[in-house]
């Protein structure tokens, strides 16, 4: 079963407008990372924000996480056309675990 | 190229047959995953390798499907009497034996059974 779940599973904005998209999860974890999905194609890993982080930078994304919640945000600034993609998150599920969980993912639609 | 390559990119497959699917992870990467993603949702978990043990399967991997990875290089993903519920695309991805590293995906074989 699948660990994540984004929201919203859809969002369309203008180019230039920024972009949030939130993941809820269910147990404890490790980390938490996110990933890109251009259609039909592999996933891009963006960014991993450890458990004991709150907030992380890349460029144009800033991650958040809030284990108190079991949630995380992905916030991306100023949108391009090519940021069109689908978002993933992905978990481990804490001490032991080896692999990733993903949500069901959210589908970005920037209009140029 | 020094990312996760997987090959074919595309199988198609009259039901009931085998097929075979590879997967050559990034050189110095000592895990290895596979998963499963159908149409509209997240990729789902089915097996994982250290170096050529495999550690770990998902309930999804039925008796029908078989992973392995010999000398803990590439590995291939074999599914046999293939069903019409199998298509999906098929994705490897690959980490460092450094636990919490992020994971790097391959482009995915798209298997369409008909």
């Known amino acids: 079963s699948q660990q994540g779940e984004e929201d919203p599973q859809a969002l369309s904005i203008q180019e230039g407008e920024n972009a949030t998209m939130n993941c809820s999860y269910k147990t404890s974890i490790n980390n938490l990372q996110w990933y890109r999905q251009n259609s039909g194609r592999g996933l891009v890993h963006l960014i991993l924000i450890r458990s004991n982080e709150r907030e992380k930078h890349s460029g144009r994304l800033r991650v958040t996480l809030d284990t108190s919640k079991k949630s995380s945000s992905l916030l991306i600034t100023a949108s391009r056309a090519a940021d069109t993609a689908s978002y993933f998150c992905a978990t481990d599920r804490g001490a032991g675990a080896n692999n990733l969980f993903f949500g069901t993912g959210t589908r970005l639609t920037v209009i140029p | 190229d020094t990312g996760v390559s997987q090959d074919p990119r595309h199988k198609i497959t009259k039901r009931g047959q085998n097929v075979t699917f590879r997967c050559d992870p990034i050189?110095?990467?000592?895990?290895l995953y596979w998963y499963r993603q159908t149409l509209g949702q997240g990729p789902e978990f089915l097996t994982y390798f250290q170096n050529e043990a495999q550690l770990e399967k998902s309930r999804l991997l039925s008796d029908r499907f078989s992973a392995e990875r010999p000398k803990g290089s590439f590995s291939t993903l074999e599914i046999q009497r293939t069903e019409q519920g199998d298509s999906a695309m098929y994705l490897c991805?690959?980490?460092?034996?450094?636990?919490?590293?992020?994971?790097?995906f391959g482009q995915g074989t798209r298997l369409t059974v008909v």
């Open positions: 050189s110095e990467h000592n895990r």
């Open positions: 991805a690959s980490s460092s034996r450094t636990r919490g590293a992020e994971a790097f």
